[in-house]
């Protein structure tokens, strides 16, 4: 980073992982992407205007992808610096805090906890009312086994997106250049879409996420795999054997590495039919399915998820001792 040290920088990551375990995202503290959600709505609404030639629509889209994530970066860079100024210590303290708001490993076992619980249960009604907080199919048919699947997807995947990532952006640069990625992947789940609102506007911020997740995903593979040698039942070689197999059958170049490694890990298929606004998709069918979901795989992927977490913590804080 352009003020902190490299060992400081990886304190600083250790720490914010060690904050987000802890302190996950407190709704009474104003979160970054809170802020980053709102600049793109506004720069939408001021950029996109229906009819216009797809070549201009193209160009506002990756206007909008520049700007969205230079001005969070530059933001959380001039926050720490200011901080630094004030004193050492406090900037120091900003930087953790920053990197520690791009995790999510708190906030996707609650979320992910909050449609066991109800699975568990027998409420069903509950349980798809909860999954439809954190996906963007549609939910209000969908059958228990289904709902578990839209859980395990969605913790698998955002062990790419709401930790690994980040994680790995925040090493090489500190608190801003995680804000940056963290800025790109909301951008992408905004307005990343090949609908026909945002398939020329949100094209740009859908390859720059691509991009940026390349490396993570399959850095997140190779730690998923080493993850199921300790998670039980999972296996740790059909993992591996999963991503080798499905991984390249999924529509991203990089979701279909963690669904992979989970659904080989664990013996469950994931993928399968989804309806998004009413309308059928058809994702690519991931793993064997040597037994049908169940609820508890919901946790199994959370497991992982925190397995992953562990190993990465551990490693920032080895490369911190003898650095």
Request: proline share 5%; hydrophobic share 50%; charged share 20%.
């Amino acid at each position: 980073m352009i003020f902190f040290s490299a060992k400081e920088t990886l304190l600083a990551a250790a720490l914010a992982i060690a904050v987000d375990w802890l302190v996950g995202d407190p709704r009474w503290i104003p979160h970054p992407v809170v802020w980053i959600g709102r600049l793109i709505s506004r720069l939408e609404r001021l950029l996109l205007r229906q009819g216009q030639p797809r070549s201009v629509v193209r160009g506002k889209g990756v206007l909008l992808t520049v700007a969205v994530t230079g001005l969070a970066g530059l933001f959380c860079w001039a926050v720490c610096v200011l901080a630094g100024w004030i004193h050492p210590w406090l900037g120091f303290a900003a930087n953790v805090w920053f990197i520690s708001t791009t995790f999510a490993v708190r906030g996707l076992r609650e979320a992910a906890m909050a449609v066991h619980r109800p699975l568990r249960q027998g409420d069903l009604t509950e349980a798809r009312e909860k999954v439809g907080w954190i996906v963007g199919r549609d939910t209000a048919d969908l059958s228990e086994p289904e709902v578990a699947r839209a859980a395990v997807e969605t913790v698998a995947e955002n062990t790419v997106d709401a930790f690994v990532s980040p994680l790995l952006f925040a090493v090489l640069g500190g608190a801003p250049l995680a804000m940056l990625y963290r800025a790109a992947n909301t951008l992408d789940s905004m307005v990343g879409y090949r609908d026909e609102r945002y398939r020329d506007f949100g094209w740009a911020s859908a390859r720059f996420d691509d991009v940026l997740n390349y490396i993570p995903a399959r850095v997140t593979g190779v730690l998923l795999t080493a993850t199921a040698w300790f998670v039980r039942p999972a296996s740790a070689s059909r993992a591996w054997r999963a991503i080798r197999a499905f991984a390249k059958l999924h529509p991203s170049p990089n979701s279909g590495i963690p669904e992979s490694a989970v659904a080989g890990a664990l013996g469950i298929r994931l993928g399968g039919t989804n309806r998004y606004g009413g309308i059928v998709s058809e994702r690519a069918r991931l793993g064997w399915p040597l037994r049908a979901i169940v609820p508890d795989d919901i946790v199994l992927a959370v497991r992982m998820l925190y397995g992953v977490s562990y190993i990465l913590a551990g490693g920032l804080v080895c490369a911190w001792g003898v650095g």
